[in-house]
């Protein structure tokens, strides 16, 4: 009798309870009402998970009685300030001063669900971008980042379906809330496609030593969709023979043992030429304006050299990364080649770009001081269009990632045909120098 009525007691608060409260049958446990085999006895049906959790970084998870249910609900923002002073260089015909630019932006504002459903192997994602908005105008393909499913056959062994970053380039694929300067590089700008929609099969080989994926995309990136039968092809592997070096930039954990990661990568999409120096429309960074490669490089080509209206273009980039980290040491390279070739026209543009950056605690897991120089040549068989970028940063990092203050200083050196003022065959080469201070909260 005693049991059960006991039994009724701590049935009736597990219902009541709130999330981090400790239970009534603990605090008898506590207490010595009730011995260790009357605690089993009567929490043995009682789910060990907590309705309701908070974990910062992870958002608020909400579990079902029966455990098969589970969502998390967060959210991360950045707050940016921007000072560029821009090289007059090539204002001396009549155009003035180059306005120089101060500017408050929310670089990011997200709201992220995740968790799974029936089973903890069908997990899935849904991440909204808030800053896309620009006056109720969608930018960069809509606010809609990813909305995925994946299940789970063993870990070496998963299926995805939905809008997910196109597993190219660790740098893009690293979340921007862990990145170790402001925002991504110049070249990691330069040659990733994006977000895309597609089929994808990854897996986790030997506890994280070889990790992979290959996907089929719809190839035209965020939120847009194929009117034809191309599509886009996708496959990375990593090696990590020290253990699995997650995605995460900065040594904040001050990692005991080394680790190491080696990863590459290809991308395959064919698109159709709007004019000789466009593409259809797509939200593929490597074709944005003013920062993918083919964007900048495509205007570059010789008259006679330059794609044909309307023609189909295959692109093929590759990359290759190696990244360390060991006490507080983080360094981390990329190195891309991208070709891109016209069926009709025959005419061929080859790019390639690298990026290398190196940081550390100078007060462990706390400030970090990093450095990286940035390279980007749009076009190989075309002399001075180089984009090259040298930077110097300092984060406090004041709860690991979760809250975090980062500046950076660079310098944007641009060869004539590209010249942030006035650029062409006559023009001076540009250096243009940004500050930059964030602020980001994740919770």
């Known amino acids: 009798m005693k049991k059960m009525l006991l039994a009724a007691l701590i049935v009736t608060a597990f219902s009541l309870q709130t999330a981090g409260a400790k239970t009534l049958e603990d605090v008898l446990k506590e207490k010595g009402v009730i011995t260790d085999e009357d605690y089993k006895e009567v ?29 998390s609900l967060g959210s991360y923002s950045q707050v940016r300030y921007t000072y ?80 997910d970053k196109v597993q190219f380039g660790r740098q893009f694929i690293v979340s921007s809330a862990y990145d170790e300067f402001v925002d991504n590089s110049a070249a990691t700008n330069a040659f990733v496609p994006g977000y895309d929609t597609g089929l994808q099969f990854l897996g986790r080989v030997n506890n994280g030593l070889i990790t992979y994926s290959a996907g089929i995309f719809g190839g035209l990136g965020q939120d847009t969709f194929r009117t034809s039968n191309d599509n886009a092809f996708n496959a990375r592997i990593v090696f990590n023979p020290l253990g699995e070096l997650k995605y995460v930039e900065a040594d904040i954990n001050y990692s005991e043992k080394p680790l190491v990661a080696i990863g590459a990568d290809f991308f395959s999409d064919t698109l159709k030429a709007a004019t000789a120096t466009t593409l259809e429309n797509n939200q593929l960074f490597f074709a944005k304006a003013g920062t993918g490669y083919f964007a900048v490089g495509s205007p570059l080509m010789p008259a006679g050299h330059q794609f044909a209206a309307n023609e189909k273009i295959n692109f ?25 070739d016209g069926q009709s026209s025959h005419n061929t543009l080859r790019a390639q770009g690298v990026y290398a950056q190196a940081g550390y605690f100078i007060v462990p897991k706390y400030v970090e001081i990093a450095g990286r120089y940035s390279y980007v040549d749009p076009n190989r068989d075309v002399s001075n269009d180089h984009w090259v970028e040298a930077q110097g940063a300092v984060s406090w990092y004041i709860n690991k990632h979760n809250l975090k203050i980062q ?10 045909l590209i010249a942030s003022t006035n650029p062409g065959p006559t023009a001076n080469p540009t250096d243009d120098a940004q500050f930059r201070l964030q602020a980001q909260i994740l919770f």
């Open 84 to 163: 560029t002073d821009m090289d007059n260089d090539n204002n001396n015909l009549g155009a003035g001063k180059a306005q120089d630019v101060s500017q408050f932006a929310l670089r990011r504002v997200k709201l992220f669900f995740n968790g799974y459903a029936y089973t903890p192997d069908l997990t899935y994602k849904l991440q909204i971008n808030f800053a896309n908005l620009n006056g109720g105008t969608s930018t960069n393909g809509g606010i809609l980042e990813e909305t995925w499913m994946n299940y789970r056959i063993v870990d070496p062994a998963q299926f995805r379906f939905g809008q």
């Open 316 to 340: 093929n980039t590759f990359s290759f990364d190696g990244t360390f980290e060991w006490r507080g040491l983080y360094v981390q390279s990329e190195y891309y080649i991208a070709q891109a």
């Open 407 to 416: 500046a950076d200083y660079t310098n944007i050196h641009k060869q004539k």
């Open 43 to 71: 929490t043995k049906d009682v789910p060990q998970t907590k309705p309701l959790e908070y974990r910062l970084g992870e958002g608020f998870t909400f579990t079902s009685a029966n455990e098969k249910f589970r969502m």
